[in-house]
């Protein structure tokens, strides 16, 4: 089946470190795969996309690769603030289907 | 803000008793998702419909149901609730049937008691 498995939380880190949250999926074809983030109190928001090998999808300073070879999509963020705080979570859509299918969640605290 | 509007934001109930979640989606999308959110299960997908019609379904117990609406609007409807059903209820919205975003509303609270 399809699935996502992402590096288990909490991860506490110190402003302006460095951010690495693995993903890794299991698909049959080519999945599109995502990132959201999920901020205190609130719904899941889009953070990133990629849809095809090699893609990298970027926002907010957060980057994610979508690399077949590995079938991984690490979510990276070169200096992180306090608002970056928040649960993130990898997710796919398989070339097949229609279902969004989550990771865990990882949640990310930032302190000043 | 997502354009996603769950109603309500909270709400505490007994066990046994039935209640309905309602998602109005956002302005133009046809897909319409329910996921249950809890600490030990993850975030969960229950059902999907698009355009009024059920597209896929997830870990949705039988006591669950939910329905879309001719104009969109989709209720979740939880039924001889039990403690373990209390959760974070979201509904989500994407344009269409393919790998377009979703996006979320706040959530509805669910504690049953």
């Known amino acids: 089946g399809n699935s996502v498995t992402q590096m288990e939380g909490p991860v506490t880190l110190s402003e302006e470190a460095f951010l690495t949250i693995n993903c890794t999926y299991t698909a049959t074809g080519y999945p599109s795969l995502f990132w959201y983030v999920q901020y205190p109190g609130e719904g899941l928001q889009l953070l990133l996309k990629?849809?095809?090998?090699?893609d990298k999808g970027s926002n907010k300073g957060f980057e994610a690769t979508y690399r077949k070879e590995t079938t991984s999509f690490h979510l990276e963020k070169g200096s992180v603030q306090v608002s970056d705080s928040a649960v993130y979570f990898c997710a796919l859509i398989p070339s097949n289907d229609y279902k969004l299918s989550f990771g865990a969640g990882t949640t990310v605290t930032v302190r000043a | 803000d997502s354009g996603v509007t769950q109603t309500p934001k909270h709400l505490i109930t007994a066990t046994g008793q039935r209640v309905t979640l309602r998602c109005s989606p956002r302005?133009?999308?046809?897909?319409v998702y329910w996921y249950q959110q809890s600490l030990d299960q993850g975030l969960q997908f229950l059902i999907q419909?698009?355009?009024?019609?059920?597209?896929a379904k997830g870990n949705i117990l039988e006591r669950f149901s939910a329905q879309q609406f001719p104009d969109l609007h989709s209720e979740l409807n939880l039924s001889s609730l039990e403690l373990g059903d209390s959760a974070l209820y979201f509904c989500a919205s994407s344009a269409g049937l393919d790998d377009s975003p979703l996006h979320f509303g706040n959530g509805t609270r669910l504690t049953v008691t």
């Open positions: 990629a849809t095809k090998a090699d």
């Open positions: 302005s133009g999308d046809l897909s």
């Open positions: 419909y698009y355009n009024g019609e059920e597209r």
